[in-house]
């Protein structure tokens, strides 16, 4: 794994490595699964990193007010994952390659949430979430599924995140929560 200074460059860092790495198991004639499943794996983990330790302490930088942007993060997220559970193949592929480029994009560069991270945080806590995205655990990988509800496509998955994060914020009586 890369080791970096501060948390947007690790981060980026990995994005690259993930880009190699999908670009690797669609290079050949037939997928490389053994890289799929580095990638998926990969992948899995860095989404743990940006929601479990970066989009957390921008929050209690923020006095415990989540980014602006951290809800349309998490609905890609959620999309992303949905779209790691069946098996790969080409167009899998393609759809997360396509929905990844949407994604990473709203992260990287001047403007993008890592930067936003990083101007909340000082100095010694951009370089301790490094440490702690470097550290971050492996997760645990379960096996493809391939049941009916399974999105295969980036539009299906971005939908039913959507549908899912506004349930879950509202409330019994149909009002917001927070």
């Known amino acids: 794994m890369v080791n970096e200074r501060t948390i947007a ?14 670009h690797r198991a669609t ?7 053994a890289a799929f499943a580095d990638f998926r794996r990969g992948l899995l983990r ?9 989009l957390p302490a921008a929050r209690g930088a923020r006095g415990g007010s989540p980014l602006e942007r951290a ?3 998490r609905i890609d997220h959620a999309a992303i994952t949905s779209l790691l559970v069946g098996t790969p193949d080409r167009a899998l592929c393609r759809e997360i390659e396509a929905l990844l480029f949407v994604h990473d994009a709203k992260e990287e560069g001047c403007g993008g949430v890592y ?4 101007r909340l ?15 971050f ?3 645990k990988v379960t096996p ?30 149909g009002g917001a929560t927070s």
């Open 27 to 33: 290079a050949a004639t037939e997928l490389d699964l």
């Open 121 to 135: 945080l000082s100095d010694d806590e951009i370089a301790v979430l490094a440490q702690r995205a470097a550290a």
């Open 144 to 173: 493809y599924y391939d049941g009916p509800k399974v999105h295969r496509t980036a539009e299906s998955a971005l939908a039913s995140a959507r549908r899912l994060r506004a349930s879950a914020t509202t409330g019994a009586t």
């Open 137 to 139: 655990p492996a997760v």
């Open 71 to 73: 809800r349309d993060l």
């Open 46 to 54: 860095h989404i743990g990193i940006e929601e479990k330790l970066l």
């Open 115 to 118: 930067d936003e991270c990083e």
């Open 9 to 22: 460059a690790y981060l980026h860092a990995d994005h690259e490595r993930l880009r190699r790495l999908l």
